[in-house]
């Protein structure tokens, strides 16, 4: 229900977070490619053998302490080239700030 609201609700900031994206050739690279972070592209028991202090790890470690996979959230409805990729950066960041 929260992405669905953040989908519909974003307003002004899709636009400029696409023209962000389209001025990097990583952005670029990103919108088209349109990478996937779920149990088909990902070997999860492999990242949880990681070292503790890795990003692997604790991006792992972050989504057993919270009950969820890579695959739990509902298809993007409403903004999908752009939602999609902040999605998939968005669990990274929390991964991220639990190191």
């Known amino acids: 229900m929260v992405a669905a609201l953040g989908e519909t609700t974003a307003g002004p900031v899709l636009p400029r977070l696409l023209d962000h994206m389209l ?3 990583e952005g670029r690279r990103i919108l088209k490619e349109r990478p996937r972070i779920n149990t088909s592209t990902i070997d999860m028991a ?3 053998r990681l070292p503790e202090n890795s990003f692997g790890h604790a991006y ?3 989504l057993e302490r ?13 903004h999908p080239s752009i939602i999609v ?3 998939t950066t968005a669990l990274l960041d929390h991964a991220d700030h639990a190191l």
């Open 23 to 25: 001025e990097s050739e």
């Open 60 to 62: 792992v470690t972050w």
């Open 66 to 78: 919270c009950g969820v996979t890579p695959d739990t959230r509902e298809p993007v409805r409403f």
């Open 46 to 48: 492999v990242l949880a």
């Open 85 to 87: 990729q902040r999605r």
